[in-house]
């Protein structure tokens, strides 16, 4: 999920990073400014780690066009650790 400040133009890029079942993408247009692409992410504790890292790698080389480019998340790299 992202916020956008009212009157920042921006549209949603839903078809990067499609094959990623918990990501947002959006891109900012602002005057004067490169393309601001901004991409939200989370890799479920339930999606194998390989996997999700070729689709993510698939998705990144499908950004051709020169933007600036942020990408936020939590990839869920370790084990699930019960505390009490």
């Known amino acids: 999920m992202a916020y956008v400040q009212d009157g920042i133009p921006y549209r949603l890029r839903p078809y990067i990073g499609a094959s990623l079942s918990e990501s947002c ?3 900012i247009s602002r005057p004067k400014c490169k ?3 901004i991409w939200t992410i989370n890799r479920a ?3 194998n780690f390989e996997t999700f890292i070729e689709d993510l790698n ?3 080389s ?3 066009d ?3 480019f942020v ?3 939590d990839l ?3 084990e699930v650790i019960n505390t009490y």
Request: charged share 25%; glycine share 8%; no cysteine.
């Open 25 to 27: 993408v959006i891109e």
């Open 35 to 37: 393309k601001l692409i």
């Open 45 to 47: 504790l339930d999606t």
């Open 58 to 60: 698939r998705s990144l």
């Open 62 to 64: 499908s950004l051709t």
């Open 66 to 68: 020169k933007s600036e």
């Open 71 to 73: 990408l936020l998340g």
């Open 76 to 78: 869920n790299n370790g």
